[in-house]
């Protein structure tokens, strides 16, 4: 049974780019939440997806969009990158209804110079 | 904004020896949880603690809640080197809201 799966690993961008970070849920799970993660900081709630559609935001601004898919994969995109958009970025799913245990993805670390 | 505090930021222990971190929030919770995170990379689950719990074990850990307080504590017993990593709480507010609102963790290195 697969976890959580997040592509790509690594990602380099410069100021002004776009970037789109792919995760693909646990077996079984319906819903996604991705986190962005400063270097020495805990994660912090970016939005939710259920259903293919964005359940909760939370405050970040609209550069950054999502999207998921009808097999609950999930897209987190940025716009117009910030030297501050270099972080840790964490996809999480969970089953809807189930206030419980989120199961995390590897991450993907991004760098924009 | 982080909506929680671990105390201490960083911890180092001999190996052996017991780690307690500490955690408080502000607001009311449904219930509590605690990740590791090894090296900047995923977080791993390991213990969820509802409101009206007041405490709980999973093998060498054992997790307490303080509602009154707004605190909870994470005791990891007989350290190993390989607990070493960053801990973190994370609380959810209310029931159906599956966001996780996390602290801003612990460093833990256990000496060998």
């Known amino acids: 049974d697969a976890g959580v799966t997040q592509s790509p690993t690594h990602l380099i961008k410069t100021r002004g780019q776009q970037v789109t970070l792919r995760c693909s849920p646990k077996?079984?799970?319906?819903?996604v939440s991705w986190y962005q993660q400063a270097l020495g900081q805990g994660p912090q709630f970016i939005f939710q997806?259920?259903?293919?559609?964005?359940?909760q935001r939370g405050n970040f601004p609209d550069r950054f969009s999502g999207h998921q898919f009808p097999n609950y994969s999930s897209e987190l995109n940025v716009n117009a990158l910030l030297l501050g958009d270099s972080a840790l970025y964490l996809c999480?799913?969970?089953?809807?209804?189930?206030?419980?245990?989120?199961?995390f993805g590897p991450g993907t670390r991004l760098t924009v110079l | 904004s982080q909506q929680g505090e671990e105390d201490p930021q960083a911890l180092s222990i001999q190996e052996g020896e017991n780690a307690t971190m500490n955690c408080s929030y502000k607001?009311?919770?449904?219930?509590l949880q605690w990740y590791r995170q090894n090296s900047g990379r995923g977080l791993v689950h390991l213990i969820l603690?509802?409101?009206?719990?007041r405490e709980k074990h999973s093998g060498r850990l054992r997790v307490t809640l303080d509602t009154s307080k707004k605190s909870s504590s994470l005791l990891i017993t007989a350290s190993r080197a390989a607990d070493t990593a960053s801990y973190f709480c994370?609380?959810?507010?209310?029931?159906?809201?599956?966001?996780?609102?996390f602290g801003t963790g612990t460093r833990l290195t256990i000496i060998p």
């Open positions: 999480a799913s969970s089953l809807a209804g189930r206030v419980g245990e989120q199961f």
């Open positions: 077996s079984g799970h319906d819903t």
């Open positions: 997806y259920y259903e293919e559609e964005e359940r």
């Open positions: 607001t009311s919770i449904n219930n």
């Open positions: 603690i509802r409101s009206n719990e």
């Open positions: 994370a609380r959810i507010s209310n029931f159906g809201n599956e966001k996780l609102t």
